[in-house]
């Protein structure tokens, strides 16, 4: 995976007041996914896309897949990038970055990334909101080894950063 000198911010949501657990839970024998939905605003080349870790407290793998996303439907396309990281407990409180193979994301597409691990138990930095349209670009997901289409919320966001070059 190669990152993609001279990035910059395409898009970022970085308010935390809520955790969502990816992983397996001790009290569910279901692994737990996450994942974010998002319009890019303008054209670019992506570089990474990192997410906030709130908390560690199994160590692991972590892995990410970028999707193209159909807004209207709700329905995720193949993954177009992936990559993995090795997540540590010192890694709490932190952004962890994915650097993924480049690829264009186009203007008013919409896309959405995927997180899930076979052996970790990751918090990841989430937002919760009242307000009407609080997170315009996008829905927060969650799904589990149960249901793999999982659900989408309006009023929820991962705390993430896109950026392209």
């Known amino acids: 995976m190669k990152t993609i000198p001279n990035s910059r911010p395409l898009l970022s949501q970085t308010l935390t007041n809520t955790t969502l657990w990816i992983g ?6 279901n692994d737990h996914l996450g994942g974010q939905t998002f319009t ?3 054209d670019g080349v992506l570089s990474n896309i990192q ?9 692991g793998n972590l892995q990410m897949t970028l999707h193209q996303f159909d807004c209207g439907s709700l329905e995720w ?11 540590e407990k010192n ?17 008013n597409s919409c896309y959405g ?13 989430e937002a919760a909101s009242h307000a009407h349209r609080p997170f ?3 829905q927060s ?25």
């Open 40 to 42: 890019s605003p303008s």
């Open 113 to 125: 990334f995927r997180l899930e691990t076979q052996d970790a138990l990751i918090g990841i930095g």
């Open 24 to 29: 397996h839970l001790s009290s569910d024998p």
């Open 136 to 138: 315009p670009f996008g």
């Open 91 to 107: 890694d709490e409180s932190s952004w962890l970055q994915f650097s993924l193979d480049p690829i264009t994301l186009e203007k």
């Open 141 to 165: 997901w969650n799904g589990d080894g149960r249901d793999l289409r999982g659900a989408f919320y309006n009023f929820f966001s991962l705390a993430f950063k896109v950026e392209v070059a």
């Open 51 to 59: 997410i906030f870790s709130q908390a560690v407290p199994q160590p």
């Open 77 to 87: 396309g193949p993954a177009i990038a992936r990559a993995e990281m090795n997540v």
